[in-house]
């Protein structure tokens, strides 16, 4: 009867979704488990002959403040004639860990930062009852990023530390104030003279971490641009002006 064949019907529609049904299952369980064949490949690295997976939970990672001295040394270039100058200073940085690898070895891992730095210096003189004077200050934000490599010489008591990176710097204000007794002449570096704003340094350092809280570094990061932005005299003689800065500091992790 036709109501038989509409049953028949039906049921050979459910059985297909069914078939349907289950060869999606089996394909998406298929991708399932090819990611997470992928996901382990990706969260393991080779030792020797042991392979050893890395549990991302336990990384360390975490803040920290630092301040300290930092000595600017502009440093210009003529032909065979040199002239340097140095500015004492401040900074304060803060500053971010985050260890990738951990071995009995040590640890390894990356610690970007944004930096303030600061340099100047005043000098005076006094001849015949007129007094001159002149200030030069550079005020700078830094981006450090900077592979860093520490060993703990002593398990959560003492450890040491070496890092080195390229460090981004943006000239925030550079003047020159020259006074003769009350009349002042003040000077925007970056706008009235041709010096460039912008630098790229490659910084290297080392310190020492106490109780996993308390650190004392110091480091040198070595301008790698020629600061000069004017016409050169000639292409054999050409001016240069480059900037480094030392530093000397303690900090507090977090």
């Not at 790698?224 to 480059?242: A, F, I």
Request: glycine share 10%; net charge negative; aromatic share 14%.
């Amino acid at each position: 009867t036709m109501i038989n064949y509409i049953i028949c019907f039906l049921t050979i529609l459910c059985m297909n979704q069914i078939i349907i049904a289950s060869l999606f299952q089996g394909i998406y369980n298929q991708l399932i488990q090819k990611r997470r064949i992928f996901c382990n490949q990706n969260r393991y690295i080779a030792s020797g002959s042991r392979t050893q997976f890395i549990d991302f939970r336990n990384l360390q990672a975490g803040f920290g403040v630092n301040i300290g001295y930092n000595l600017l040394n502009t440093t210009q270039r003529l032909g065979d004639e040199t002239d340097d100058d140095s500015l004492n200073g401040f900074y304060a940085e803060v500053t971010y860990d985050f260890n990738f690898l951990e071995k009995n070895w040590g640890s390894l891992g990356l610690q970007p930062a944004i930096r303030y730095t600061f340099g100047g210096e005043t000098e005076s003189d006094e001849v015949l009852g007129v007094t001159t004077r002149a200030s030069l200050a550079e005020h700078y934000l830094d981006v450090p990023v900077n592979v860093k490599y520490a060993y703990d010489a002593i398990p959560s008591k003492l450890e040491v530390y070496g890092f080195a990176g390229p460090v981004f710097s943006f000239g925030l204000a550079s003047s020159l104030s020259a006074s003769v007794n009350d009349e002042v002449v003040k000077t925007n570096n970056y706008k009235d003279t041709d010096y460039g704003r912008f630098d790229i340094k490659f910084g290297l350092g080392a310190g020492v971490t106490v109780v996993e809280k308390l650190n004392v570094k110091l480091g040198y990061n070595i301008g790698m641009l020629n600061r000069y932005t004017g016409e050169q005299v000639s292409k054999d003689l050409k001016y240069k002006t480059h900037t480094g800065v030392f530093y000397l500091g303690v900090g507090f992790n977090f």
